[in-house]
């Protein structure tokens, strides 16, 4: 018998978390229906009732719904505490347990996968949304040196600081002191800036140098304004989020299951398709 999971989140219908958990359910011999449900915050809670009612086992969530999905959890994983934004839901009795696992997918992309050594790097995140958030914890367990938090909002990198709680290595700075920050070992995008053909702010130069690495959390057309940036000034790597989304995804899988899948057939097969798309433009 099939298990029902499905991906929330507004708007949805470009999600590939459909087609990658089709792929590991297959991989793992496992009968999964998995589908993308696309609602806004104030109907999010009565559609996952409804979900739940129709046999959810487990779902994602992504933008915007993170954060209310954390607020409706009747428990929580360490990593979705100090994150507050969840985006993995497991159905447990008439209730929902709340993981995160966006920063351990960031991680094992990173790490296993394009071969960085995140230790002693001096960071810079844009962004204090929920993948900030969710990242943020997983980066300084991953040994990272300082952490600098930029955000438009200056004060959603307060509160995400004041969660991370480690004052003499995570700084927080305005988007104007950018220019006097200096070099970073790692730079990594966790905004929204540039979706929807909005244009990107202007970053300084000094940011970046042949040893940096960019991190774009975004992944296809969204990527490309940082990346292209970042290749300009010469960082040596230039990374979009395709393979965090892979692991990530791998990561709820194996919640649910309880058998991690292998990530590298999809991750190709996505890469394969995600270069032609570049190529075409
Ligand atoms: P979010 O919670 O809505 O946060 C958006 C962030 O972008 C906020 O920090 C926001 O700043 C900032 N921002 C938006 N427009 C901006 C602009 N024009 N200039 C500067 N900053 C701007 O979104 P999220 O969930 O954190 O997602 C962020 C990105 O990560 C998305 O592109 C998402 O697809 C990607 N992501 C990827 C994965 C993956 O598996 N690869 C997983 C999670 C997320 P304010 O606070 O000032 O509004």
Redesign the pocket.
């Known amino acids: 018998m099939s298990r029902h999971y499905a991906v929330f989140g507004h708007p949805v219908s470009h999600s590939l978390s459909p087609r990658i958990h089709a792929a590991f359910g297959k991989q793992a011999g496992i009968a999964i229906e998995y589908s993308a449900i696309d609602v806004e915050p104030s109907g999010f809670d009565a559609a996952l009732q409804d979900f739940a009612a129709r046999g959810g086992a487990g779902a994602n969530v992504?933008?915007?719904l993170?954060?209310a999905a954390y607020a409706l959890c009747s428990d929580t994983t360490e990593r979705a505490r100090r994150a507050g934004?969840v985006?993995t839901l497991i159905r447990n009795g008439d209730a929902w347990h709340g993981d995160n696992t966006?920063g351990v997918?960031?991680v094992r992309d990173l790490t296993e996968r394009q071969g960085l050594d995140l230790r002693a790097r001096r960071t810079l995140l844009?962004?204090?949304?929920?993948?900030?958030?969710?990242?943020a914890p997983a980066l300084l367990d991953a040994g990272i040196g300082d952490l600098f938090i930029v955000?438009?909002?200056p004060a959603?990198?307060d509160a995400l600081a004041d969660m991370l709680g480690q004052p003499g290595r995570v700084h927080v700075r305005y988007?104007d002191d950018l220019r006097n920050l200096g070099e970073f070992d790692l730079v990594l995008?966790?905004?929204?800036?540039?979706?929807d053909g909005?244009?990107?702010?202007t970053l300084p130069r000094s940011l970046l140098g042949r040893r940096s690495a960019a991190v774009?959390?975004?992944?296809g057309e969204?990527a490309i304004p940082f990346l292209a940036w970042a290749r300009a000034q010469g960082a040596h790597e230039s990374i979009?989020?395709?393979?965090?989304?892979?692991?990530?995804?791998a990561e709820s899988f194996a919640r649910w299951h309880g058998t991690r899948p292998d990530t590298d057939r999809i991750y190709g097969e996505l890469r394969a398709e995600s270069a032609r798309l570049v190529t075409a433009d």
Do not use: C, I
């Open positions: 992504t933008l915007p993170k954060e934004a985006n966006d997918g960031l844009l962004g204090a949304g929920g993948a900030a958030r969710g990242v955000n438009r909002t959603r990198a988007l995008n966790a905004t929204t800036a540039a979706r909005g244009s990107f702010p774009s959390l975004s992944y969204a979009d989020g395709l393979g965090m989304l892979v692991e990530q995804a």
